[in-house]
């Protein structure tokens, strides 16, 4: 199996900046995708970010564009999720994901425990 393990929520303002991370540990062979998810409460879990770890390859929800970078160190196994210009909307918890995939989407095998993000 894989272990995801996300860190780096918390509070900030209106316009301020987060960093969340995603390190990945044991099978990370079997997955080729990692991606970030977000609940807010009463609402129901959106996909933010993902990124192919082979080619490095990204996409985005629409609501995030130009404002948050999914980027990846190969290395650490672990995957970013810098997040600028942050609205009170983006208030939610934030789930790391694995799966496999490829073009438009990847199937989500594993998920993290989640960190919360609060815009306020």
């Known amino acids: 199996d894989v272990q995801l393990v996300e860190s780096g929520g918390g509070l900030v303002q209106p316009g301020g900046s987060l960093r969340l991370s995603c390190a990945a540990s044991?099978?990370?062979?079997?997955?080729?995708?990692m991606g970030w998810f977000r609940q807010a409460p009463g609402k129901e879990r959106e996909g933010v970010a993902h990124?192919?770890?082979?080619?490095?390859?990204?996409a985005y929800a629409d609501s995030v564009k130009g404002r948050f970078t999914i980027s990846q160190d190969n290395a650490k196994n672990t995957v970013y999720l810098q997040m600028n210009s942050l609205k009170p909307e983006d208030t939610a918890m934030y789930y790391c994901?694995?799966?496999?995939?490829?073009?438009?989407?990847?199937?989500?095998?594993?998920w993290g425990r989640g960190t919360q993000v609060t815009v306020s």
């Open positions: 044991g099978a990370t062979y079997k997955t080729n995708a």
């Open positions: 990124i192919y770890t082979a080619g490095g390859a990204t």
């Open positions: 994901a694995a799966g496999r995939g490829s073009g438009g989407g990847y199937a989500i095998d594993y």
